[in-house]
């Protein structure tokens, strides 16, 4: 995790005074330090302090990575300086319309909007469209979205007429911005303020090709993602990858993450595009400029290669590179980044290391010693998720990389053995006893000197299970 502050504190910390911490809930913050603190018993002194400065520098870390500004630092210096000029001009239009109490015919005095005059220059222009687009039609009550739009605006074609103008004067943001206006159109009216015959979808997707073709990179990665989902276009996986890689090459992080997706193959679309190894490279690239989605699907593919040799294979890791300790470490990577995706995973992987730990105190402990290293550390990846406290946890299927949980209790059955886990199929018990319940189940009443059975089969349930 983050590092943290060497501080003197209390040994134990109640439940109810650890702080809410990286946009996770109080519950999901408690269930956390209490893994660490279970993993790692040093954790808690540290906690008191830790937590909230660190919640604070973290939250503004996420901050100014994830700006656009940030994701242009690589691409060409004209996008960036586009970028910083449209930041510039809107605050601009927002200091004039404070100082002028609104008016916005009083707070453009001076600027050059004519059209086919030969004097007006791309501030102008800008700022003028800031000016006047700003404006929105009076909403008819407070479910009225659609009032929220900016084709809403009164002023909405000749704002847009003078972005327009900037695109021509060689300004690619303002071909982006026009097709922000569209999507915000899509997303808040669902089209109901475009003229007839026109979709929202297919202008944004037109304006922001526009910016693409001239190399824009953060419109590359938008035209990407609209081919790749066919917003406002045909469905096409060739020209996504085209255009997430021409945003890829000029360093931005979300194409690179796109693309890692897209290389693992888990849609029929992506299917033919399946490169285990390439989708690495990209998700590490990802990872290494700042992107937490990157390190958290890293993360993932590491869970998964740890229970599949052959995906391992595929990306040509060794065995030992490819475990849930190695995971954890993109985890933490992505919750801290600002990825809560991450927590769910990573409190898998705690619980994992929680169950391994009282395999090793409590009675399974001549067990473990009698399973060769390879075996010990397959357990250590894998055993049962039924460590957690029943105060802090959901009874979840105990198959390591299922996450089906019970609706109400006792709609899992339990292992006819031991009665210590529960699975939400057959194939799930078969699976879970395949990946280290075999090493440690036994009988109740049986000793920690006896060793479980070394059937190759799991014992039956009392009662069959359904998937939820």
């Not at 510039?88 to 707070?107: G, P």
């Not at 086919?116 to 469209?129: A, F, M, Y």
């Not at 980044?337 to 994992?352: F, H, K, N, S, T």
Request: glycine residues 6%; negative net charge; aromatic residues 8%.
């Amino acid at each position: 995790m983050a590092q943290v502050i060497d501080q003197a504190a209390p040994d134990q910390i109640p439940a109810s005074e650890i702080p809410a911490f990286l946009g996770l809930s109080q519950q999901q913050s408690g269930l956390l330090v209490a893994l660490y603190n279970e993993t790692d018993p040093d954790f808690a002194k540290q906690i008191p302090t830790a937590l909230p400065i660190a919640a604070q520098q973290l939250a503004a870390e996420y901050e100014k990575r994830n700006s656009i500004g940030n994701k242009l630092e690589r691409a060409k210096a004209e996008f960036l300086d586009e970028y910083n000029a449209f930041e510039k001009v809107q605050q601009e239009a927002v200091e004039k319309l404070s100082k002028s109490d609104m008016n916005i015919d009083k707070a453009a005095e001076g600027l050059d909007l004519k059209e086919g005059s030969t004097s007006s220059n791309r501030h102008d222009l800008l700022l003028g469209s800031f000016l006047y687009g700003g404006v929105r039609r009076e909403a008819a009550g407070p479910e009225d979205r659609a009032a929220m739009s900016p084709v809403a605006s009164p002023n909405f074609e000749g704002a847009k007429r003078l972005m327009e103008r900037a695109f021509e004067d060689g300004c690619t943001m303002a071909a982006v911005q026009i097709g922000s206006f569209y999507v915000q159109e899509d997303k808040l009216a669902d089209g109901k303020n475009m003229k007839s015959g026109e979709d929202a979808k297919k202008a944004a997707y037109q304006w922001y090709k526009k910016a693409a073709d001239q190399g824009n990179p953060m419109a590359c990665h938008k035209i990407g993602f609209f081919s790749e989902n066919g917003y406002g276009c045909d469905k096409s996986m060739d020209d996504a990858i085209k255009y997430y890689n021409k945003a890829y090459d000029q360093g931005y992080p979300d194409s690179a993450h796109n693309l890692g997706l897209i290389h693992q193959g888990h849609t029929q679309e992506s299917a033919p595009h399946k490169d285990i190894k390439l989708a690495m490279k990209y998700l590490e690239q990802g990872k290494q400029w700042g992107y937490a989605p990157s390190a958290n699907a890293l993360g993932r593919l590491y869970l998964l290669m740890s229970k599949n040799p052959d995906m391992a294979k595929e990306a040509a890791l060794e065995v030992e590179d490819k475990d849930e300790y190695v995971a954890q470490n993109y985890m933490e990577l992505a919750l801290v980044r600002g990825d809560p995706e991450a927590y769910m995973y990573l409190v898998r992987i705690l619980r994992a290391k929680m169950a391994a730990k009282a395999a090793l105190e409590q009675d399974n402990l001549d067990n473990f010693d009698k399973l060769s290293v390879q075996d010990q550390a397959k357990l250590i990846r894998q055993v049962a998720k039924e460590a957690t406290p029943e105060k802090v946890r959901h009874r979840q299927c105990s198959s390591t990389f299922c996450t089906n949980t019970e609706e109400k209790e006792g709609d899992f059955k339990k292992c006819g053995r031991c009665q210590r886990v529960s699975y939400c199929s057959r194939e799930c018990q078969k699976d879970h006893w395949k990946h280290g319940h075999k090493a440690v189940c036994s009988t109740p009443t049986t000793s920690s000197s006896e060793p479980s059975s070394s059937s190759s089969e799991p014992p039956s349930s009392s009662a069959p299970a359904t998937t939820q």
